[in-house]
């Protein structure tokens, strides 16, 4: 069965970095576009970002853009977010999720984790 | 962007009724648009995808319909276990991949 597992969240002091991963497993990870979505406390969901399911596109939310960075490894079924010079507006749950459709065929998501809490604060 | 605005932002409905949720888009989404549920929690989980169709072990009291910038998310018939909040997303014009504001469907 599709599983995707993130870690890495917790407590961060503003301006520090953080970096988050999701181990997946149960389909072929190389085939799926993998997408980064997060919810701030008691508000609705905000897509951060996606990486192609070969790595060759990425692309951010503008919110994010120039602090956050998307990877994967594809040998070890791993997605990566990066994110850099935290603020206190991205205090949020992190979620890794899944395209419904392999090989860069759409981007809704029929698989998401169980997500991981990041919190900025001094 | 594709701003995406739903409503009503809660709606209060009882067991045994029809849900009504609607989606609208500020520009084209053809048929690109989704719905998702998400209980306190948990993650959201793919309910309708391309405006009608049904995602793997959704039941049929769920379904979807629109398109272009009007969609509407139907639930006959309530149960327990429906009392959520309801998310629309649209894949048509991206980036940015955009959600609504979510509507809360909750026990009258």
């Known amino acids: 069965q599709v599983q995707l597992v993130e870690s890495g969240g917790g407590v961060v002091q503003p301006g520090r970095s953080l970096r988050l991963s999701c181990a997946a497993s149960g389909f072929i990870f190389s085939n799926y576009g993998m997408h980064w979505v997060r919810q701030a406390p008691g508000k609705g969901l905000e897509w951060v970002a996606v990486i192609w399911y070969d790595g060759n596109r990425k692309e951010y939310a503008d919110s994010v853009k120039g602090r956050f960075s998307i990877s994967r490894d594809n040998s070890n079924n791993m997605l990566y977010l990066q994110i850099n010079s935290l603020r206190a507006e991205d205090t949020a749950v992190y979620y890794c999720a899944r395209t419904r459709l392999d090989r860069g065929r759409g981007e809704d998501f029929d698989y998401w984790g169980q997500g991981t809490l990041v919190t900025v604060s001094s | 962007e594709t701003v995406l605005t739903q409503s009503p932002a809660t709606l209060s409905l009882s067991p045994g009724d029809r849900a009504t949720l609607s989606c609208r888009a500020s520009?084209?989404?053809?048929?690109?648009l989704a719905w998702y549920q998400q209980k306190p929690g948990q993650a959201p989980r793919l309910l309708i995808y391309d405006a009608s169709n049904r995602a793997a072990g959704i039941p049929a009291r769920f379904s979807g319909s629109g398109s272009g910038t009007d969609f509407t998310l139907t639930i006959t018939s309530l149960e327990p276990e429906d009392f959520a909040v309801y998310y629309c997303?649209?894949?048509?014009?991206?980036?940015?991949?955009?959600f609504g504001q979510g509507t809360r469907l909750e026990i009258k």
């Open positions: 520009q084209n989404v053809d048929i690109y």
């Open positions: 997303q649209q894949r048509r014009n991206w980036p940015p991949v955009t």
